[in-house]
């Protein structure tokens, strides 16, 4: 551009919905457009092609994720994986799933869907495949990234690059986090093992076998239904969960003990099961990016101090973020930014709409009123104390969840709302009906799951959307509707 060096920026994942996300936002930016446009944009990828965790990995599939002890699966999906919410809400802006999708569809489905979303606004020009970051520095005699990743698949080359910004998008689904349950470093042996839900695909390896399904959460919950087509007895622990002998499923309390020498499991309210073979932990995932100074996950990092100095990592959030999104410590917002750290919120479209504030961000650093940022921050933080009983864990865990209906913190359609008023994007506001989809979701996918095994579920949504969303939304009110009249 005239002799004006190109402002380059630099995605980290570039082949999930979050790095696809933010390559949608920034090559609209006139800032990207024709030859002369003063950004460019490059995003590198670690996998071979789009899709990230809706991708199955191919047998033998390896990928070295720089800040990992252990290689894992590039991907926690299991073949029976049905989209947690309906895909019209699912959907990135403007860009629906295709119509007479299944309402929850499969992985595979929501793969075709990214991909054909990549196509559509002609991402892949801008990624750089099988291509992982390794380490980043921040270089401040000239102000740029330094970037080392490598290329390759059998053969690894080294890459190096340097940036003007920086855009984490390499996913939260990926390094198993293991609770320190006492005896849990001994309990492997003969006849016993545990492993994490990243690497279950299929309840055939556990045919015949006593197994527990440790944890909460959908994924626990999906896990344990299957395991009852092959295994022997299934037991399911959850915090709180009072012990029920009955039913396909046995409930458990909290698991607080593993004694593998008499072979026990022993949970919160003093009961114990012994026999159990194998131990499947749903019990979620631990942030890790490639190397770089001041992101060094620290467990201990400093919890009760509501700004510390520095940016830090704990595992479980990283802190101090204006928005979830920019360092308010060590970086210029101008100059890094993370999409998709949020949780328990509908995610593509929100990954578009944080995308949106860092293109604004990344021209007009100026924009952030630091104060009234770390003022919101200083407040979320109270209310997380508060709730925290004194568990300073807690708040590191809760500080990235979106938890709906919780009056006290603030809502992901809020959430949304603000980052476009950041961004001054108009046209993609939040509809009405997103939140009162989300809050039916449980029961419209309970609902959906009796209507797909009664073989009815096809008939439902032949021909729905081919006018738009609004057939969808009708057909979700309708779903909600039929489950009302069942029970
Ligand atoms: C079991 C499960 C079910 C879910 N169900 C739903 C659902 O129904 N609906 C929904 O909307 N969301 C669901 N989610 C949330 C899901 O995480 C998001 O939908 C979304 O796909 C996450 O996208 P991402 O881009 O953040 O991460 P990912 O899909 O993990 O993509 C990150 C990408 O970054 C790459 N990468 C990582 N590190 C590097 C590196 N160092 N260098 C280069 N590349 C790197 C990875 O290879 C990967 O391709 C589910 C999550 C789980 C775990």
Same mark, same amino acid.
């Given at each position: 551009?005239? %002799?004006?060096?190109?402002?380059?920026?630099?995605?980290?994942?570039?082949?999930?919905?979050?790095?696809?996300?933010?390559?949608?936002? !920034?090559?609209?930016?006139?800032?990207?457009?024709?030859?002369?446009?003063?950004?460019?944009?490059?995003?590198?990828?670690?996998?071979?092609?789009?899709?990230?965790?809706?991708?199955?990995?191919?047998? +033998?599939?390896?990928?070295?994720?720089?800040?990992?002890? #252990?290689?894992?699966?590039?991907?926690?999906?299991?073949?029976? /994986? @049905?989209?947690?919410?309906?895909?019209?809400?699912?959907?990135?802006?403007? !860009?629906?799933?295709?119509?007479?999708?299944?309402?929850?569809?499969? $992985?595979?489905?929501?793969?075709?869907?990214?991909?054909?979303?990549? #196509?559509?606004? *002609?991402?892949?020009?801008?990624?750089?495949?099988?291509?992982?970051?390794?380490?980043?520095?921040?270089?401040?005699?000239?102000?740029?990234?330094?970037?080392?990743?490598?290329? %390759?698949?059998?053969?690894?080359?080294?890459?190096?690059?340097?940036?003007? $910004?920086?855009?984490?998008?390499? =996913?939260?689904?990926?390094?198993?986090?293991?609770?320190?349950?006492? %005896?849990?470093?001994?309990?492997?042996?003969? %006849?016993?093992?545990?492993? &994490?839900?990243?690497?279950?695909?299929?309840?055939?390896?556990?045919?015949?076998?006593?197994?527990?399904?440790? +944890?909460?959460?959908?994924?626990?919950?999906?896990?344990?239904?299957?395991?009852?087509?092959?295994?022997?007895?299934?037991?399911?622990?959850?915090? +709180?969960?009072?012990?029920? *002998?009955?039913?396909?499923?046995?409930?458990?309390?909290?698991?607080? $003990?593993? &004694?593998?020498? #008499?072979?026990?499991?022993?949970?919160? *309210?003093?009961?114990?099961?012994?026999?159990?073979? &194998?131990?499947?932990? $749903?019990?979620?995932?631990?942030?890790?990016?490639?190397?770089?100074?001041?992101?060094?996950?620290?467990?201990?990092?400093?919890? #009760?101090?509501?700004?510390?100095?520095? /940016?830090?990592?704990?595992?479980?959030?990283?802190?101090?973020?204006?928005?979830?999104? !920019?360092?308010?410590?060590?970086?210029?917002?101008? @100059?890094?930014? !993370?999409?998709? /750290?949020?949780?328990?919120?509908?995610?593509?479209?929100?990954?578009?709409?944080?995308?949106?504030?860092?293109? @604004?961000?990344? /021209?007009?650093?100026?924009?952030?009123?630091?104060?009234?940022?770390?003022?919101?921050?200083?407040?979320?933080?109270?209310?997380?104390?508060?709730?925290?009983?004194?568990?300073?864990?807690?708040?590191?865990?809760?500080? &990235?969840?979106?938890?709906?209906?919780?009056?006290?913190?603030?809502?992901?359609?809020?959430?949304?709302?603000?980052?476009?008023?950041?961004?001054?994007?108009?046209?993609?506001?939040?509809?009405?009906?997103?939140?009162?989809?989300?809050?039916?979701?449980?029961?419209?996918?309970?609902?959906?799951?009796?209507?797909?095994?009664? =073989?009815?579920?096809? *008939?439902?949504?032949?021909?729905?959307?081919?006018?738009?969303?609004?057939?969808?939304?009708?057909?979700?009110?309708?779903?909600?509707?039929?489950?009302?009249?069942?029970?």
């Amino acid at each position: 551009m005239n %002799g004006v060096p190109k402002k380059r920026i630099a995605v980290i994942g570039g082949g999930g919905a979050a790095g696809l996300a933010a390559l949608r936002v !920034f090559v609209d930016r006139p800032e990207l457009k024709g030859p002369n446009a003063p950004w460019e944009i490059h995003a590198f990828e670690a996998r071979k092609d789009i899709g990230g965790m809706w991708m199955n990995e191919d047998p +033998g599939e390896s990928v070295v994720y720089s800040g990992y002890d #252990d290689p894992v699966p590039p991907t926690p999906l299991y073949n029976s /994986l @049905t989209t947690m919410g309906p895909h019209p809400i699912m959907a990135f802006h403007d !860009f629906l799933f295709p119509p007479s999708t299944s309402l929850f569809p499969p $992985a595979s489905h929501v793969l075709d869907y990214l991909r054909a979303y990549a #196509d559509h606004f *002609d991402l892949r020009r801008h990624i750089r495949f099988l291509t992982s970051v390794e380490s980043l520095r921040w270089n401040t005699e000239i102000s740029k990234w330094e970037l080392i990743a490598v290329e %390759g698949d059998k053969d690894k080359r080294p890459v190096k690059g340097l940036y003007d $910004a920086m855009i984490f998008a390499n =996913g939260s689904y990926r390094k198993p986090r293991l609770p320190s349950i006492p %005896g849990i470093g001994e309990w492997e042996g003969t %006849g016993r093992k545990f492993t &994490h839900a990243v690497s279950y695909r299929e309840p055939s390896p556990f045919r015949g076998l006593n197994v527990l399904v440790v +944890g909460a959460g959908p994924t626990g919950m999906d896990i344990s239904n299957e395991l009852t087509q092959t295994a022997r007895v299934v037991y399911r622990s959850a915090p +709180g969960a009072s012990r029920t *002998d009955e039913g396909a499923i046995l409930m458990r309390g909290r698991v607080i $003990a593993l &004694h593998p020498e #008499d072979n026990r499991v022993d949970y919160e *309210d003093g009961t114990s099961d012994t026999g159990i073979e &194998h131990i499947i932990f $749903a019990t979620g995932y631990t942030f890790s990016f490639p190397s770089m100074e001041g992101l060094v996950p620290d467990a201990n990092a400093p919890l #009760d101090c509501p700004l510390p100095d520095h /940016l830090f990592s704990s595992t479980s959030h990283i802190y101090p973020l204006a928005r979830h999104i !920019f360092p308010l410590r060590d970086y210029s917002p101008r @100059t890094l930014a !993370f999409v998709g /750290l949020p949780t328990l919120l509908v995610p593509f479209p929100t990954f578009e709409d944080q995308s949106q504030a860092i293109a @604004t961000i990344f /021209l007009n650093g100026d924009k952030l009123d630091r104060a009234a940022e770390e003022a919101k921050i200083s407040e979320r933080y109270n209310i997380l104390h508060k709730q925290s009983k004194s568990k300073l864990s807690y708040i590191a865990e809760q500080w &990235h969840r979106f938890r709906h209906g919780d009056p006290e913190l603030e809502d992901q359609f809020e959430y949304r709302r603000e980052l476009l008023a950041l961004a001054g994007k108009k046209g993609w506001e939040v509809q009405s009906w997103e939140a009162q989809v989300w809050g039916d979701t449980p029961v419209m996918r309970k609902e959906w799951a009796k209507l797909v095994k009664s =073989g009815v579920s096809e *008939d439902w949504v032949r021909g729905v959307g081919e006018k738009g969303v609004g057939e969808w939304v009708e057909l979700m009110h309708k779903v909600v509707q039929h489950a009302k009249q069942q029970h």
